[in-house]
């Protein structure tokens, strides 16, 4: 029997991680800066929830220096996509069970 309760991708099931790839799915990339400010978080805490996804490949960063200052620069892999899509497919199965409809 097929388990409707699928496992939902522990890196994406965290509140900053999913808003991360939610703000570059409708976008080439996002600097650090604009991340931060958007999710209301500190830079460290940014910065560990950037690792988890980079080291799943969801993500890529890129870092420069734009006037001798660090830039840090960071867009959706297509991995990181498919993981969002299929995220995203497995909530809607979660919430239609939790509503009642068959």
């Known amino acids: ?3 409707k309760f699928a496992e939902l991708d522990p890196v ?34 940014l910065s560990t929830h950037l690792r988890k996804l980079e080291t799943a490949e969801y993500i890529k960063i890129k870092k420069s220096f734009e006037n001798r200052k660090p830039k840090t620069v960071v867009s959706l892999t297509e991995k990181g996509k498919a993981a969002l899509q299929g995220y995203t497919s497995n909530l809607e199965e979660y919430l239609r069970i939790a509503s009642g409809k068959k």
């Not at 991680?17 to 209301?40: C, G, M, N, P, Q």
Request: proline share 0%; aromatic share 6%.
């Open 1 to 3: 029997m097929e388990n």
């Open 12 to 45: 994406i099931h965290s509140r900053v991680r999913l808003a991360v790839l939610i703000l570059l799915l409708h976008t080439e990339s996002a600097d650090f800066t604009y991340l931060k400010k958007e999710l209301e978080v500190s830079d460290g805490n």
